[in-house]
């Protein structure tokens, strides 16, 4: 699969927007896509499996969106929790600027869009909430990963989709091997072959 469809820095096109009908957090809305992104026509079936965690979402704190796409899961949070700060990060120009003009276009101002290395360092996440991406490889998932659980705050937990036959149990063990200390993993949903993991800081 060409990287630059998925969580990549380079972009062979240009931006060229077509709408989309997509249903979010409960209601139908039409959304703005492109080409060179992931999914780019509609919600994927992963990114829905994970969305029905919702109701799991804590009203307020600051939660963390990685690798953002066209804008799903971050719109998703900032609908269900309006008093939330929202921090979507991609390394794709074309999502970020999808989420911008999504987010504009639905009047969402509790969400950041940003590259991941814009994040403060010092920042840390209540919640982090993604559909990873998983075919840019184990190494760099993993890298992913390890930037990015450390900072969850106390008490806090991250949740990710990732489908069964893409590797859901080997990232399990994983997790488990590598965050064996100071925080728990748990599998808390297995819906349509998509497993969705939960990282539990203690």
């Keep these: ?9 380079s972009a062979d096109e240009q931006l060229r927007l077509k709408k989309i009908k997509v249903k979010l957090y409960g209601n139908k809305y039409e959304l703005s896509s492109s080409t060179g992104i992931f999914s780019p026509n509609e919600l994927d079936t992963g990114t829905e499996v994970l969305l029905k965690q919702l109701d799991e979402i804590k009203p307020q704190g600051t939660i963390l969106d990685v690798g953002c796409g066209w804008g799903p899961i971050a719109l998703s949070l900032a609908l269900a929790s309006p008093k939330a700060k929202i921090v979507a990060i991609d ?6 600027a999808l989420t911008k003009i999504n987010a504009e276009a639905l009047g969402l101002n509790n969400i950041e869009v940003c590259t991941p290395e814009v994040v403060k360092d010092s920042l840390m996440f209540d919640e982090i909430w993604s559909n990873p991406p998983i ?13 990015w659980l450390p900072r969850l705050k ?3 937990s991250a949740r990710l989709v990732v489908q069964k036959n893409l590797g859901s149990d080997s990232l399990q063990k994983w997790l488990e091997n590598e965050f064996s200390v100071g925080f728990q993993i748990s599998r808390i949903a297995s819906i349509k072959g998509f497993r969705v993991l939960k990282v539990t800081r203690d």
């Design 1 to 9: 699969m060409p990287n630059n469809h998925y969580f990549s820095e």
């Design 91 to 96: 390394v794709n120009q074309k999502s970020l």
């Design 135 to 147: 075919r840019v490889g184990k190494k760099v998932l993993h890298e992913i990963l390890a930037t």
């Design 154 to 156: 106390p008490g806090g």
